[in-house]
């Protein structure tokens, strides 16, 4: 059974749907390799942590090694420990919000929804319409059934009860066994 099946199939939706964003704004995204300023600290669900942990396993170990010694000096404040010289070493295995990040968000808030995204981007746009923004309340739901599906079909969570994890902590879960 592949526990991450569900959680591969919302990234592949998630990077078609950027992806087709990317190709009718793409002129006015700025987010290219070194644009780091983003890049931070953050929890992940279990799922995430869990495909992360997968993909540094996967690392050469010189740098496996590199990467757990510099997340176990981290704070949360720190920017995200898969940096090395502005550039992501997992950026084909980052987490979602990674991916969506700088895009156009549809954000819930108390006071109603508001559009957002990474102040370089879409500058000299006064409006976008909706089928270039990411309704962020859709995919936090999406992703949390997915988590809850992996929580109930995994055997035995190295990281204990199913709470987010930081990304640094995740580093430090492997070698994790095969699923």
């Known amino acids: 059974m592949d526990a991450l099946a569900n959680y591969r199939i919302l990234v592949a939706n ?46 050469a170990e010189p740098l496996r090694t590199e990467l757990r010694a510099k997340a176990a000096t981290l704070t949360p404040e720190a920017p995200c420990p898969l940096l090395r010289e502005s550039t992501c070493l997992l950026y084909g295995a980052r987490p979602l919000i990674c991916r969506t990040h700088g895009f156009p968000i549809l ?9 957002d995204h990474c102040p370089h ?21 999406a992703l949390a059934a ?6 109930q079909n ?18 430090l ?3 994790l066994s095969d699923d």
């Open 146 to 151: 997915v988590n809850s599906l992996f929580l």
């Open 173 to 175: 879960l492997t070698p």
């Open 121 to 141: 981007n879409f500058q000299s746009l006064a409006s976008l319409p909706g089928n270039a923004v990411i309704q962020l309340e859709r995919l936090n739901e």
């Open 154 to 171: 995994i055997p035995a969570l190295p990281a204990g009860n199913g709470d987010r994890l930081t990304i640094a902590r995740t580093i």
């Open 14 to 59: 998630v990077d078609a749907l950027c992806e087709r964003i990317a190709a009718v704004y793409g002129d006015h995204i700025k987010c290219a390799p070194g644009c780091d300023a983003c890049c931070r600290h953050l929890t992940l669900f279990p799922v995430e942590a869990y495909a992360l942990a997968k993909a540094v396993d996967g690392l």
């Open 107 to 115: 954000l819930e808030t108390a006071n109603g929804t508001r559009e």
